[in-house]
Each structure stands twice: as structure tokens, then as C-alpha cells.
């Protein structure tokens, strides 16, 4: 019988889908139990998300595969390393340009805030920690290119919602946009932390935003996308030089 990580090794790309797949099952449940238990979503997908995050950590713990995921204290990033990561953050709360809704209560402020941490963490633990270091084995364009695909791939169930084509479109290639941003810089930095952060503040601040498509909204949107395009391009611009000096370092 094939251990798992022989198999992962063999089949990178099976094994990628089959770790997506796992979470659209898990979540496909939630709202399967929500409709027929006639339960609000919002609690049948936290403890959907809450129950996968455990198993990662279970499986991770384990394996004491935290650092081989780049699971690193920040204060171990040197100076530049840090540096670069201000237009992720600064992409992160540009959400906030759009407005933040009024009838936010108490309750969903909390909510929002626990529910996005686990998101956050499940969704980079996957994305950029378990199927990026499946996919580099391969190479690390692939890997970019592979794990950024499945991200957005995985986020399209989050624009079915709205009946603008052009939205929806420019919301699954940002997705993909970003993907490949923040897996390049774990890449590059080997270190999962900020890029958990910068998801949960960027979700946090795509929750507080009003319902409904605006001009405020669009141009906000339009402008985010296409500063990821700059900072993506910069990051492969300078990718060449960072991958030279991590061949000798192959994972």
C-alpha cells in the first residue's frame, strides 16, 4: 500500500485535487445539513471550516510538519523579507474604500472575526502549505501556476452570487492573481504567517463591506486588480534571481 506522501510524490496533481475536493465535499455538507436542518449557514459553514481545521492540525502535528509548511515566527524574517509583503497588506484593507455596512451587530462583528481566522488559516494551510510544497516537486512555476489555479478554482462558488459577468470574471482572476502573489512570496520568504494574516484581514474587510454593487465598489475593485497586476509583476520580475539561489535548496 502506497504511504501518502509516495503517492503525492507520484501523482501531484491528483493529490492537489483530491485535498480541493475534500474541502468542496466538507463544505457541500454544511450546506446540505443547513437546507435540510433548516439551519443559518453561518453556523453549519463554521463548524464545517472549524472541524477541517482540526484535522489539519492533527495531521500536520503528526507529521511535525509545521516549519517544512513555513510555519516561522515573523521576527524571523529578515528586514526585506518584511518589506515586501506591504503591498499584500496594503491590497488587504483597501476593501475598507468601498464602505462597511451599518447593520453590523455585535454578534456578527465577533463572528466575523473568529470564522475568518479559521478560513484564513484552512484555505493558506492548503493552498499555499500543503498542495504548493505537493506541486513543487515538480517545479515551481508549476507549483505557482497549479496552486493559484485550484485557489481560484476553489472561489468561484463566491461569485455565483452576483448576475454581473464582468464582476465575476475580474473577481476569479484576481482570485488567481493573488493566489500566485502569496504563493511567490512563501516561496520566497518560506513562511506561511503573513500570507494567513493578510487573508484574514483582506476577508474580514471584504465582509464589512455594504451589499450590492456601487461605482465606489467598482472602482475600488478595478483599482485593487490592477495594483496586484504591478505587484505580481514586480514579484515576477525578481522571481528569476530568488529561484537561482533556492535551487540548491530544492524541497
Given at each position: ?13 491528483i ?155 475580474i ?60 505587484y ?20
Amino acid at each position: 500500500m502506497l504511504k501518502p506522501e509516495k503517492f503525492s510524490e507520484s501523482h501531484p496533481y491528483i493529490s492537489s485535487i483530491f485535498i480541493i475536493i475534500s474541502l468542496l465535499f466538507v463544505l457541500f455538507v454544511s450546506g446540505m445539513i443547513s437546507v435540510l436542518g433548516n439551519i443559518d449557514n453561518k453556523i453549519t459553514f463554521f463548524f464545517g471550516f472549524l472541524i477541517f481545521s482540526i484535522v489539519l492540525i492533527l495531521i500536520i502535528n503528526k507529521n511535525k510538519r509545521w516549519k517544512y509548511y513555513g510555519f516561522f515566527l515573523i521576527s524571523q524574517l529578515k528586514k526585506k523579507e518584511k518589506i515586501i509583503f506591504i503591498p499584500l497588506f496594503i491590497l488587504g484593507f483597501m476593501p475598507l474604500l468601498a464602505g462597511i455596512r451599518s447593520n453590523l451587530s455585535f454578534q456578527a462583528i465577533i463572528y466575523l472575526l473568529i470564522y475568518m481566522a479559521i478560513v484564513a488559516f484552512v484555505e493558506e494551510t492548503i493552498f499555499r502549505g500543503i498542495i504548493l510544497k505537493i506541486l513543487i516537486k515538480k517545479s515551481y512555476i508549476k507549483a505557482i501556476i497549479g496552486s493559484s489555479f485550484l485557489f481560484s478554482l476553489a472561489h468561484i462558488l463566491n461569485t455565483l452570487q452576483s448576475n454581473n459577468l464582468k464582476m465575476i470574471i475580474i473577481q476569479i482572476s484576481y482570485a488567481f492573481i493573488i493566489g500566485m502573489i502569496l504563493s511567490i512570496l512563501v516561496i520566497r520568504t518560506n513562511n506561511i504567517i503573513l500570507p494567513i494574516i493578510f487573508h484574514y484581514i483582506n476577508n474580514i474587510m471584504t465582509s464589512l463591506n455594504p451589499s450590492g454593487v456601487n461605482n465606489i465598489s467598482n472602482v475600488v475593485t478595478y483599482t485593487m486588480f490592477f495594483i496586484a497586476i504591478l505587484y505580481l509583476s514586480y514579484l515576477l520580475y525578481t522571481m528569476k534571481k530568488s529561484l537561482i539561489r533556492l535551487q540548491a535548496d530544492v524541497i
